[in-house]
């Protein structure tokens, strides 16, 4: 799953200025927006990494939606959906239900401008299942919302981002094999190579079973095998290998399934090097391709995926380990750079 790291719950609706969090978030976005326009891949020193940055699209709506305004962000997903920008719907959806949950002043306005807007509810879907994860009745209000959530995934036509929300509800609301077999059907009808429901799925697969860890590489590598060169979905497998390597038996699947770790870790090499360097769009990728490459203590290629991610900092996966995911990539980049120094790895 995404980062659901909430400021606090949103406050009532008014014309207040702008809150320190708000305040904060606009400045890193003008930042962000200023060194796209002189992107170099050289090394970005620790006060220049940027955690969650978003990318030239996402930014404006992203600001608009801090003044309340919600018309950039509703053009942004129409283009998305009008495209079948499917990944990018998903990026975009997720990181606005994200902001949502601190400032949902413009969400509320959009909805109560156009209750029926498809790009509205997918966003409002993705904010109620966000919220209740957190909550200790995750299971009960999941259940609770789980039909509605389904239901507008249903009425989105060919989008398959709306489902990718309803497996993530279903897997919270602790859905049987044969539910989550039915909606996973539905999403791979819209789309067969969708990476975020093929993450949904194999996150369900990991809960169903925490040591099935051949089960969750065979459905990764299959996905991959079996999708266009270019599709983020190919790198599944390395998602599968961070999930068997953060499990509590990780050591011990790290032994035994080394060669297929490798392999999952050096497909997504290549699939980050289609991409060009200091880039936030495929910033997730790499932090999370880096986090795999330390675990397997290959730093060499872990030094090479941080050059390559400049100073686009993803929650996911360093709040997997602490609280300051930010504190924790820049520590994991010390200690690599800490060992190349030492010897070669």
């Known amino acids: 799953m995404g980062t659901r790291t909430a400021e606090g719950e949103a406050e009532p609706h008014n014309h207040r200025e702008p809150s320190a969090v708000v305040l904060a978030m606009l400045r890193a976005l003008l930042r962000t927006a200023a060194r796209a326009r002189s992107r170099t891949s050289r090394p970005a020193p620790d006060d220049e990494v940027l955690l969650d940055a978003p990318d030239d699209r996402l930014a404006p709506a992203l600001v608009a939606a801090a003044r309340g305004e919600h018309a950039p962000a509703a053009g942004l997903l129409a283009g998305t959906r009008e495209r079948a920008e499917w990944e990018v719907r998903d990026r975009y959806a997720t990181r606005l239900a994200a902001f949502a949950r601190s400032r949902d002043e413009w969400l509320e306005s959009w909805r109560a401008t156009a209750p029926d807007d498809p790009d509205a509810l997918l966003v409002a879907a993705r904010l109620t299942v966000d919220r209740h994860w957190d909550s200790p009745a995750r299971v009960e209000l999941l259940r609770q919302v789980a039909p509605a959530v ?26 049987g094999h044969a539910e989550f077999e039915r909606l996973w059907a539905q999403a791979v009808r819209r789309s067969p190579h969708h990476y975020g429901c093929h993450v949904a799925a194999l996150e369900y697969l990991a809960a169903a079973s ?37 499990t509590d038996d990780g050591g011990a699947a790290a032994g035994a399934h080394r060669a297929r770790l490798d392999a999952a870790a050096d497909r997504a090499i290549v699939l980050s090097a289609a991409h060009p360097a200091a880039d936030p769009c495929p910033a997730e990728l790499r932090n999370l391709l880096t986090y795999v490459l330390v675990r397997l203590e290959r730093h060499q290629d872990a030094a090479e995926q941080l050059h390559l991610t400049g100073p686009y900092v993803t929650s996911f996966p360093w709040d997997r380990d602490a609280d300051d995911p930010l504190g924790r990539f820049l520590q994991v980049r010390a200690d690599v750079r800490a060992a190349l120094a030492s010897g070669p790895g």
């Open 210 to 246: 925490p040591a099935a860890h051949r089960e969750c590489l065979d459905f990764a590598e299959t996905a991959a095998q079996d999708a266009p060169e270019d599709a983020l979905v190919r790198a599944l497998p390395v998602r599968a290998a961070f999930t068997c390597l953060t």
């Open 150 to 175: 389904t239901a507008a995934a249903e009425a989105a036509g060919p989008d398959p981002v709306p489902w990718r929300t309803a497996l993530d509800a279903a897997r919270g609301a602790h859905a």
